[in-house]
């Protein structure tokens, strides 16, 4: 798959899971350095935010986009994937005022291989938000053609209601 940064093309390392498939395994780093994986999002439908670097200005509001919903609906997670550093993460959300949005580092590229995200010549994910139900299932993919845009955010959060 394609996608392209200020209109230059650029190849994910693979095809992105289609709605209806298991989310695949995968592990990220959460501020402490702790491992999340894939299984311990089972239970509660799951909303993935993926930007590309937290520090340029559509990550950041796509990042708080979705930081201002995260208290709405205390039934679900939310996660924002990033291929920064834990430091860099924390360091956004300190200046950022950015509290409830748990910011994970995919720093080891597993999340960006497992989905088919990475951009391996930038070290980048390709901006997406997805949406799985408790079990794991995608129920919502949007994988963004232009890096540089933002997503659509409110069908992201309706995709996420119709699982509360």
Not at 26 to 39: A, G, S
Not at 84 to 92: E, H, L, M, S, Y
Request: net charge negative; charged share 25%; with cysteine.
């Amino acid at each position: 798959m394609e996608v392209t940064i200020n209109g230059e093309v650029r190849s994910l390392v693979g095809n992105p899971p289609a709605v209806g498939e298991e989310m695949p395994h995968f592990k990220v780093f959460d501020k402490n350095d702790e491992k999340i994986k894939t299984r311990f999002l089972f239970g509660k439908p799951t909303l993935i935010s993926v930007v590309p670097d937290i520090n340029t200005s559509v990550c950041s509001i796509q990042t708080k986009k979705f930081n201002e919903e995260v208290d709405k609906y205390t039934g679900a997670n939310f996660l924002t994937v990033s291929t920064n550093t834990i430091a860099d993460q924390q360091k956004w959300c300190a200046a950022e005022n950015v509290e409830h949005m748990q910011l994970v580092s995919d720093h080891e590229e597993s999340f960006g291989y497992a989905l088919k995200l990475l951009i391996p010549e930038e070290g980048i994910l390709a901006r997406s938000v997805w949406v799985m139900d408790a079990e794991g299932k995608i129920t919502y993919r949007e994988i963004c053609p232009e890096i540089v845009a933002e997503p659509d955010y409110d069908a992201a959060i309706a995709a996420l209601k119709q699982l509360l």
